[in-house]
């Protein structure tokens, strides 16, 4: 990576799920855990683990040096809240194939 940046990816074990108004729109106990220089530590979340038929696509994409192109999904009330890496850079491959909240709570 460039000059003092980082990324690492772990796999974890602890039980996360993402709730918005009382719907439950992903449960894992299987998320990856993706650590970059200068940001939270962040859960990727299988695909299979999330509610994708009560998200839309979104038009949105946005570039990151260190990952590639993320796509996006959005609620009806709430524009962008998930994202993914349809074809991640080689050193962040094993993020393809889940998705990540802005907002995750580790349940266990």
Excluded: N
């Excluded at 772990?10 to 709730?19: A, D, I, L, T």
């Excluded at 683990?49 to 696509?57: E, F, G, K, Q, S």
């Excluded at 959005?74 to 998705?99: M, T």
């Amino acid at each position: 990576m460039a000059d003092g940046h980082t990324i690492t990816i772990e796999q974890g074990s602890q039980r996360v799920r993402v709730v918005r108004e009382g719907q439950v729109l992903a449960e894992s106990s299987r998320p990856l855990l993706l650590r970059e220089t200068g940001c939270p530590v962040r859960y990727y979340l299988p695909s299979e683990d999330v509610a994708l038929d009560r998200l839309t696509p979104s038009d949105t994409t946005t570039y990151c040096p260190f990952k590639g192109t993320a796509s996006y999904w959005s609620l009806p009330d709430a524009a962008d809240v998930v994202w993914s890496y349809p074809e991640p850079k080689p050193e962040v491959a094993a993020i393809k194939g889940h998705l990540c909240f802005y907002e995750v709570e580790v349940v266990g």
